[in-house]
Every structure is written in C-alpha cells, then in structure tokens.
C-alpha cells in the first residue's frame, strides 16, 4: 500500500496507477457527496482527514449536497424500536436500526421538529426536549434548572431553524392561561433567551392548535387554526434574522369550508398542502412568492388515499412522490404521476409509530 497525499491506493501488477486527485479535490468535491455513513468510515483513514471531516465548514457543506434531491428518509419511533427507512425506489426495504442514547422507551419519545439531520424530541415522562442525530449518536438535553426547555404536549409548538450566522437555534412556543411566551435555544451559546410574541393576539387559548414549525428560507412558519369546524385558521412567520413574528394569510378556498394545512418546504419554497370540504375532501398544493398564494395544483384523488385531516404530507420534490403520515403511525407513498398510492409503512395498533422526514447527516448536535 502507498500513501499519496492522505490518500491510500494500491498499484496493480501492470503498473496501473491510480490518478492522483489531491487532498483538495477529495475534500471539497469527493466526500462531501458520499452518504453520511461513509464519510463517518473516511474519519479512520488517518488524523488529517478526521480533522478536516470534523471542520464547521466540511459539515455544512456535506449538509448541503445531502439535503438536495431526493436523500429524504423517513426516521420512525414505535413502542420498542427506532429505525430509519429509505425512501429511494430500489432501496425500500433498507432499513437502519437505531440505538437511542436516552434512558426510556422508544414509545415515551416524541418527535417536535426535523433539519438537516438533527431531531427535537421530548421525553414523554420528564418532558425534556433534546436535540438529537440519530445516525451519529450526538445528543443533548437542552432543558435546564430554569424550566426552560421542558415541552408541554398537545399545547407548545417547536420548530428547528438555522439563523443568518449558521446557528441551529430551537424556537419554543409556550402557551399559558392569557399569555404566549416565546424562548429560542442557541446550540452555539447553549443558552436559552426570551423574544416578544405579537401583541393583543388570542392564540394563547385552548380552542386554538399550532403545528410544528417548517423552516424555509429566512422564517420558521406555524400553522395556528381554531379546533372547531369552518374556524379561524393563519399562518404566524417568524423571521429567524430580526427574531420577529407576523401573521400570514391563509389561501381562500371558500365561505365556512373546513379546511387545514400542512407546511412544506420545496426547493427553499414555502407551499401549504390545503385539505378542504368535509365530506368530500380535496387537497389542493398552494405556493407562497411575493406576499401571495398561488394554486400550483389539485392533488389526485388517488383511492385508499388517508383522510387529510388525520395525517401530514411531505413532499419530496425531485421524484414527484408524497409521503403521506397518519396520527396512528402509517406512511403512504403517492406518485404524483402515476397517481397510485401505496402503503409504505403499516401501522401497529398496539404499538403506536411517529414518524418525521429525515436527512442523515454529521451535524452534531452539540458544538460543546
């Protein structure tokens, strides 16, 4: 074996050499396209190469290539296990079995928010939220001695997003009896610091139901609607560069329809898939540019297809396909073409499933 610049290759018995690519080459166009799992693999050729992989500016660049196309998985939790699934057409059934780093069970763990690799979550019972790669094992318990941190179920809203100086930060949305207090989480200060809310608005009440929050460009967007037939429903955007919220219409779909939407992020553009009607339900894919919605198309009405209002879709853009995930744990694929749906992932009634969309990736979640 001979050693070339980091780099080890073997000559074959005719003399034939490998090229000589470069260190430079190698880290900047070669690995930073290779799966997380064998960048991880390319730490042990020697010290060099683990300390370039381990460098700010190599992690957000294999990030990068790996969030685009279509590197999506889906990452699920069920009663006594975590596994990650493949969403590519000849890698179905490939599946990544998943170590958790936290004393509980699969069950008691909560999935608040998805980006770039890293997880919230929150402990069913100590309602700790903590940042988490599941691929790398690179936890953190974010919650602290001053009660900041500790989620509320079925009440509080989280959301992931990366700031103007490339921070991961965690926006968490506490709502009170009269109040709604805001508190965001920096994974460079390992700090928690409090950011006003809107003024003289309701959403703190009950009657109202936030989502988790979709990143998309420069804001982290909600969903916030009234719990109760044809109410209320807007969307609140918070600009993750002046730390300010404002308030965004919802797309009209009619007088006193019931309707509810779901945020997506496709290709760095925010869209809304709007569910509406009642008996007969229909789904239509809206595009947020320039401070208005635009109807890009009417989803198919695909038999077997879930009732949209017990389930989330995420798109995932480069193959036109929908992965659509029920409340009780199962995954249909629809493409959009061919306009079949299939059941990705079953569900178990006596072993509940929550699921997320997942890039795997080498963002720790601690910089500490």
């Not at 890293?118 to 599941?134: A, K, S, Y």
């Not at 007088?255 to 997506?264: H, I, P, R, S």
């Not at 009607?277 to 109807?295: N, P, Q, S």
């Not at 890009?296 to 995930?325: D, G, R």
Request: with cysteine; aromatic share 12%.
């Amino acid at each position: 074996m001979k050693k070339l610049k980091g780099c080890l290759y073997s000559a074959s018995e005719s003399n034939t050499k490998l090229p000589d690519l470069g260190p430079d080459l190698i880290m900047s166009e070669i690995l930073p396209r290779l799966p997380a799992k064998c960048v991880g693999r390319a730490k042990k050729v020697c010290k060099e190469w683990l300390s370039c992989i381990s460098s700010k500016e190599f992690v957000m660049m294999h990030c990068r290539h790996m969030c685009k196309g279509s590197r999506q998985k889906i990452l699920s939790i069920g009663q006594e296990s975590c596994f990650i699934s493949s969403t590519g057409v000849d890698l179905v059934d490939e599946k990544t079995m998943i170590t958790l780093p936290f004393h509980v069970r699969p069950s008691d763990v909560w999935i608040l928010s998805s980006l770039n690799g890293l997880l919230c979550v929150c402990l069913r019972n100590t309602f700790e939220m903590l940042i988490w790669n599941p691929l790398i094992c690179s936890c953190i318990n974010i919650s602290d001695s001053k009660s900041y941190g500790f989620f509320k179920i079925y009440s509080d809203a989280v959301g992931l997003y990366i700031d103007s100086s490339n921070d991961y930060r965690v926006l968490h949305i506490k709502r009170g009896r009269f109040t709604v207090d805001v508190m965001a989480y920096s994974r460079r200060t390992s700090h928690w610091k409090r950011i006003p809310f809107l003024q003289k608005r309701h959403y703190h009440t009950n009657g109202y139901v936030w989502s988790g929050g979709t990143f998309c460009e420069d804001g982290l967007y909600f969903t916030v609607f009234q719990f109760w037939l044809a109410g209320d429903i807007v969307i609140i955007r918070f600009d993750v560069n002046t730390e300010t919220f404002s308030e965004i219409g919802f797309p009209y779909v009619g007088n006193g329809e019931t309707c509810q939407g779901n945020l997506v992020n496709m290709n760095n553009k925010l869209h809304v898939f709007v569910s509406h009607g009642f008996i007969d339900m229909a789904v239509d894919l809206w595009r947020y540019e320039g401070e208005h919605w635009t109807k890009v198309m009417l989803f198919p009405k695909i038999s077997y297809i879930p009732t949209p209002v017990w389930c989330s879709i995420t798109h995932v853009s480069s193959e036109e396909k929908c992965f659509v995930m029920t409340d009780w744990g199962e995954v249909y694929e629809i493409d959009l073409n061919k306009k079949t749906c299939d059941l990705f992932i079953p569900s178990d009634w006596n072993h509940a499933i929550r699921t997320a969309m997942y890039v795997e990736t080498i963002v720790p979640a601690s910089l500490q």
